[in-house]
Nanobody
Framework: VDLVESGGGLVQPGGSLRLSCAAS???????????WAWYRQAPGKERELVAT??????DYADSVKGRFAISRDNAKNTMYLQMNRLKPEDTAVYYC??????????????????WGAGTLVTVSS
């Protein structure tokens, strides 16, 4: 399973960005994505959990509550992170993570946790 993030870039403080994470598989098919998550890693810091979405239940780090919103489009196997009122301290590489159940060409179920390569978000004037 491949996870590909997009939507990062440079934005001024107070601005907005929407990140996307699309899941795909070269063979077989994705059956379900049980939990989606966004993490971020700022320079010199450890990777931290930003938001999770499992079914209709979402949760957020205290630092982004009220500013960020996580959502999903099951038909497109895609997750989004709407980021509003961005602050310089939101600058980081943002990674998507997903718990995926897939069906192989041999009709076997395969369950795994996958990571995207990351997309850089820079908040600066």
């Amino acid at each position: 399973v491949d996870l590909v993030e997009s939507g990062g870039g440079l934005v001024q403080p107070g601005g907005s960005l929407r990140l996307s994470c699309a899941a795909s598989r070269a063979s077989g098919r994705i059956v379900s994505i049980n939990t989606w998550a966004w993490y971020r890693q700022a320079p010199g810091k450890e990777r931290e959990l930003v938001a999770t979405l499992s079914g209709t239940n979402s949760d957020y780090a205290d630092s982004v509550k009220g500013r960020f919103a996580i959502s999903r489009d099951n038909a497109k196997n895609t997750m989004y992170l709407q980021m509003n009122r961005l602050k310089p301290e939101d600058t980081a590489v943002y990674y998507c993570n997903a718990d995926v159940t897939a069906l192989t060409d041999a009709s076997e179920f395969e369950v795994g946790k996958y990571w995207g390569a990351g997309t850089l978000v820079t908040v600066s004037s």
